[in-house]
């Protein structure tokens, strides 16, 4: 599977993750990496995990995903 983002540029990168919102294909270049708290339903106890999930973004919803929140995201790693 090629990198959907590299494609829309005319050129062909293999992919190497899919994002987390949309499924699109991403190569190393285009992926954004971020952390996100994990929540259960329970009734007065702890309601998060100890340890955040790992997720995987391209730019589009990682840019709708923050201008939902209307606040500066948390340091976001661009693997390159």
Do not use: F
Request: overall charge neutral.
């Amino acid at each position: 599977m090629n990198c959907y983002e590299c494609h829309s540029g005319k050129h062909t990168t293999t992919a190497v993750a899919v994002c987390h919102a949309c499924g699109v294909a991403l190569c190393g270049q285009h992926i954004y990496l971020d952390t996100q708290e994990v929540h259960r339903q329970a009734g007065l106890g702890k309601t998060t995990g100890d340890l955040p999930a790992r997720t995987v973004m391209c730019s589009a919803c990682r840019h709708a995903e923050q201008s939902v929140w209307h606040e500066s995201a948390p340091a976001q790693q661009r693997v390159i």
